[in-house]
């Protein structure tokens, strides 16, 4: 049974870089079709993906983020990250990892717990 | 402002159906498979269709998708009250290169 599990800071200041990072439990990040996106929600509204990586590395980002996004793996750690820059008070949000391609991919069939980050000085 | 649009909320009576609609444009849901999530408070969204009509293992067959022209609808029968929860649309858009969703849907059973 593959889980996922976020980790990283609760608080990131202002103009500082946001890192979390997502463990998979249960299986290897490297085996299947996979694809291993970010998805944040903040309080009270709906839904945004970030982007998301391949298995094989290469990755998809949410326009409207681009500029400030980096997601990598870590198939030694069985790992995945997110990096973003230059954040503000409208990145504040609970940050979901997810996995898509078991049955579709872009239909994401795994989720973690999702970790609260909020951006405040 | 999502790039798909769903109803704010919706309710019924338990034991009825209810629909939730989802609008997009012929560059997502005109195009592309639809998924439907459901999320209960405070937790995270599950998977309760994907590929438009299909349901993952475990989900019962009280939940339906469809699809016509750009609209995309999740189906929920025989409405319990541990059905009410947000539920959200998602899809691939093909001029964004990007996953989007709708906005979600409060479903209340009254």
């Known amino acids: 049974q593959v889980q996922l599990q976020e980790s990283g800071p609760g608080l990131v200041k202002p103009s500082q870089t946001l890192s979390l990072t997502c463990t998979v439990s249960g299986g290897s990040i490297r085996s299947g079709n996979y694809y291993w996106s970010w998805i944040r929600q903040p309080a009270g509204k709906g839904l945004e993906w970030i982007g998301r990586?391949?298995?094989?590395?290469?990755?998809n980002y949410n326009p409207s983020l681009k500029s400030r996004v980096t997601i990598s793996v870590d198939t030694s750690k069985n790992q995945f990250s997110l990096k973003l820059s230059s954040v503000t008070a409208a990145d504040t949000a609970v940050y979901y990892c997810?996995?898509?391609?078991?049955?579709?991919?872009?239909?994401?069939?795994?989720w973690g717990q999702g970790t609260m980050v909020t951006v405040s000085s | 402002q999502s790039v798909l649009t769903q109803p704010p909320s919706v309710s019924a009576a338990p034991g009825q159906k209810v629909t939730i609609s989802c609008s997009g444009s012929?560059?997502?849901?005109?195009?592309?498979?639809v998924s439907w999530y459901q999320q209960l408070p405070g937790t995270a969204p599950k998977l309760l269709i994907y590929?438009?009509?299909e349901r993952p293992s475990g989900i019962p067959d009280r939940f339906s998708g469809s699809k016509s022209g750009t609209s995309a609808t999740l189906g929920i029968a025989g409405l319990q009250t541990g059905d009410e929860a947000d539920y959200y649309c998602?899809?691939?858009?093909?001029?964004?290169?990007?996953?989007?969703f709708g906005g979600g849907t409060k479903l209340t059973v009254l």
């Open positions: 998602g899809t691939w858009d093909s001029s964004l290169s990007g996953v989007v």
């Open positions: 590929d438009t009509n």
């Open positions: 990586i391949f298995t094989s590395g290469s990755t």
């Open positions: 012929s560059s997502n849901i005109g195009t592309n498979y």
């Open positions: 997810a996995r898509g391609g078991y049955y579709d991919p872009n239909a994401f069939d795994i």
